[in-house]
């Protein structure tokens, strides 16, 4: 079981930055696959980066070469730096982990591992 807890999040004008962590906690080795997803208000929740036990990582296509998935082993955390933010990027952003590789993009439709509680990123012009 693992346990994933998200923090960082904030209201940032448009073109700045924000780095979203994820404590993880619990048995990591059950789940490798983890990764950033958002929900914006009244949607579902959307694949923004992933990455797998390796370190290979993907994006959407509406935050690749803005945003950045990387993970402390050491640290058990999980970032997501996010630069130049657009108004579109405002949403809530999970962290989640599972057992299957996760999907950088679309919707998640499915019940995976574990979830955080989300934080929210509002982006303002």
Known sequence: ??????????SVQ?????????????????SPY????????GGGREGVAVID?????RYAE???GRFTISKDNDKNILYLQMN???????ASYYCAADRH???????VTGALDAWGQGTMVNVSS
């Open 1 to 10: 079981l693992v346990q994933l807890r998200e923090s960082g999040g904030g």
């Open 14 to 30: 448009a073109g700045g930055s924000l780095k979203l962590s994820c404590e993880v906690s619990g048995d990591t080795h059950i």
């Open 34 to 41: 983890m990764g950033w997803f958002r929900r914006a208000s």
């Open 53 to 57: 036990g390796d370190g290979i990582t």
């Open 62 to 64: 509406s935050v690749k």
């Open 84 to 90: 130049d933010l657009k108004r579109e990027d405002t």
């Open 101 to 107: 590789p996760l999907p950088a993009e679309g919707w």
